[in-house]
Antibody
């Protein structure tokens, strides 16, 4: 049973950096999957942030690309999200997820974590 | 970016009745391999999204056969043959043909 668990601060100050980690269990992060971040602002739709392969290859949403970094730690079986220069518009529930290589579907999601940007 | 448009957005349904949700894309989602790169997710209140239908018409593991997906190119439909109270949720379509992957606005199914 694959499980993903997000962790990180629930409150970030404007202009600060949002940092989240996703711990993966039931699967090795070194397998053929794209490890993905998706967010959902309150009462709004889902937005794909980006993804990383275990080799370090990444794809980012161009709307966030200048502020986003996704990284992977194979030794800890986890991957991370950093979003710089945050504003209130970045307030959202952040989900980590798995998309198997070649399958073109996100098949497992974390439970999500709410990050609020406020002073 | 490929724009995904769902309708309706609120969907009130009487239990036992059928329901359908439309998802239209601004570009064809039909890959040269013959598959449509369109997935449906269900998000129950307070939960994360769960895969419902992948590649346009394939039910994910454990999904009741009340749910079906159809369509090709730019027009897709999710159908529920007989709505149950437990189907109250937001339904999202998502394209994975090209990055950035994009979602529809989400359709909120409510019980009348």
């Amino acid at each position: 049973q694959v499980q993903l668990q997000e962790s990180g601060p629930g409150l970030v100050k404007p202009s600060g950096t949002l940092s989240l980690t996703c711990a993966v269990s039931g699967d090795s992060i070194s397998t053929s999957n794209w490890w993905t971040w998706v967010r959902q602002p309150p009462e709004k739709g889902l937005e794909w942030i980006g993804e990383i392969f275990h080799s370090g290859n990444t794809n980012y949403n161009p709307s966030l690309k200048s502020r986003v970094t996704i990284s992977v730690d194979n030794s800890k079986n986890q991957f991370s999200l950093r979003l710089n220069s945050v504003t209130a518009a970045d307030t959202a529930v952040y989900y980590c997820a798995r998309k198997p290589y070649g399958a073109n579907k996100i098949d497992y999601w974390g439970q999500g974590t709410l990050v609020t940007v406020s002073s | 970016d490929i724009v995904m448009t769902q309708s309706p957005l609120p969907l009130p349904v009487t239990p036992g009745e059928p329901a359908s949700i439309s998802c239209r894309s601004s570009q064809s989602l039909l890959h040269s391999n013959g598959y449509n790169y369109l997935n449906w997710y269900v998000q129950k209140p307070g939960q994360s999204p769960q895969l419902l239908i992948y590649l346009g018409s394939n039910r994910a593991s454990g999904v009741p056969d009340r749910f079906s997906g159809s369509g090709s190119g730019t027009d897709f439909t999710l159908r529920i043959s007989r709505v149950e109270a437990e189907d109250v949720a937001i339904y999202h379509c998502m394209q994975t043909l090209q990055t950035p992957f994009t979602f529809g606005q989400g359709t909120k199914l409510e019980i009348k």
